[in-house]
């Protein structure tokens, strides 16, 4: 019944290494989105993608490459890990945009990088 | 740019009490607003949401109110119960299309 999932719960990596955050929605919505939060709890979008296309791109690394094979799964790739990299990250899908529609947001993925 | 923030970062009630937690936002073309409740180890959970062509909306124990004049939002549970206790996020909406999340509010019930 898990409407948006995304794995692993937990990721521990050292710096330089490349990792991958996968999510889900079955809700039939189309459009999806990665939020990072930090310490502090501040939520900043980093991506948005409608129907597989990337429709916000928000001031992220490049290192930072989002992938959508379908309307249901947006995945997270990420390169050449570092500290700061450090935080939880989730992912959310809506009915619509934004602006009309709530997000429905996955558990988080808690990445750390040593 | 758009800024939306939170008059205060934590806030304790007794249960049973009723809860206001605040936000203050900057954007005035912001036109939907929307609150999140996030507990512990979990993701952002929807709790309820406003248009700015209304002032307020209510649903089970909780009121949402929108004062456009001063830019503000509020969030009202009654009767607070402990599973209240999480952090609370307000976020606007507008021409950016994207959902802008203040900082929170940690919310703690007292026995």
């Known amino acids: 019944d898990t409407a948006v999932s995304q794995t692993p719960k937990y990721l521990v990596t050292q710096m330089g290494n490349d990792k991958s955050i996968k999510c889900e929605q079955n809700l039939g919505h189309d459009t999806m989105y990665w939020y990072k939060q930090d310490s502090k709890k501040f939520l900043k979008i980093m991506f948005s993608y409608n129907n597989k296309e990337l429709i916000i791109n928000e001031t992220v690394p490049n290192r930072f490459s989002p992938k959508s094979p379908d309307k249901a799964h947006l995945n997270l790739h990420i390169n050449s890990l570092e500290l700061g990299d450090s935080a939880v990250y989730f992912c959310a899908s809506s009915q619509g945009p934004a602006a009309n529609s709530p997000l429905h947001f996955g558990n988080g993925t808690r990445l750390t990088v040593t | ?111």
């Open chain 2, 1 to 111: 740019g758009e800024s939306v923030g939170l008059h205060l970062p934590t806030l304790s009630v007794q249960e049973g009490d009723n809860s206001i937690i605040n936000c203050a936002y900057s954007n005035s073309a912001s036109d939907y607003f929307i609150w999140y409740k996030q507990e512990s180890g979990k993701g952002p959970q929807f709790i309820i949401d406003i248009r700015s062509n209304m002032d307020k909306r209510q649903g089970q124990r909780v009121t949402v109110l929108l004062n456009k004049t001063v830019k503000h939002l509020s969030l009202q549970i009654a009767a607070t119960q402990p599973g209240d206790s999480a952090v609370y996020f307000c976020a606007e909406a507008g021409s950016a299309r994207q959902l802008t999340f203040g900082s929170g509010t940690q919310l703690t019930v007292l026995p």
